[in-house]
């Protein structure tokens, strides 16, 4: 099984997420595990529609999840996380202004790279998953009271087994759930693309700049 293909399944989650956000009336309470079960078919619905017109208008396709998915992923935290060493807070403090300007910029274009590389490497996945069932564990008690959450979700598909995932949410400044990070199968994404993003700075000798001009979202298999 290929990491790719699970992270489809991510992606539609959260599009569905981002209709739940939408319809949520102002101040009402809604948990992470609820708005992934109450949206789940609303995905259904985005991939049949997307499913008459991809392939001769794909720019629209990618268009309408990049639209979508923007406010539910907190790309610019998933990114910092990649980055790893790069991107921590005292190595941020140990530079000067100059070097804390550059480092600011880099994370601002590696964010871009990350958001626009997941959408294009997965975003067309979704469509092979209209027909699957899909399940979401219930919240646990005082999840309320929590900044973050990990959601699990098992996907039927054609498989003997279904798929597990655990979807790594937390609150945002405002309220708002956001991804985080991705577990799929026992496999922490995150740290997938961090391994990637720090052997390609040992190949480019720490040039960050190149790291990131050379990055390219790889499905990894498992």
Do not use: C
Request: hydrophobic share 40%.
């Amino acid at each position: 099984m290929t990491l790719g293909r699970s992270l489809y399944w991510m992606l539609g989650l959260f599009l569905a997420i981002s209709v739940a956000r939408a319809e949520a009336s102002a101040g009402q309470a809604i948990t992470a595990h609820e708005v992934v079960r109450d949206t789940t078919q609303k995905v259904m619905s985005v991939i049949a529609e997307a499913d008459a017109y991809v392939d001769e208008d794909p720019e629209r396709y990618y268009s309408q999840i990049q639209a979508i998915l923007d406010p539910v992923i907190d790309y610019r935290v998933f990114a910092r996380g990649v980055m790893g060493p790069y991107a921590t807070s005292e190595r941020y403090r140990a530079l000067d202004e100059a070097g804390r300007a550059r480092l600011r910029d880099q994370l601002d274009r590696f964010t871009e790279v990350m958001r626009v590389g997941l959408v294009r490497t997965y975003g067309k996945g979704l469509l092979a998953f209209g027909s699957s069932r899909v399940e979401v564990s219930d919240p646990d008690e005082g999840e309320a009271d929590q900044s973050r959450v990990s959601v699990r979700q098992l996907v039927y598909s054609d498989e003997p087994e279904p798929y597990v995932l655990f979807y790594q949410m937390g609150l945002d400044g405002d309220g708002q759930w956001k991804l985080r990070n991705v577990i799929i199968e026992s496999v922490n994404l995150g740290e997938i693309y961090r391994n990637q993003f720090q052997a390609s700075a040992r190949e480019h000798d720490g040039n960050l700049d190149a790291v990131i001009d050379t990055w390219t979202t790889v499905e990894v298999e498992t």
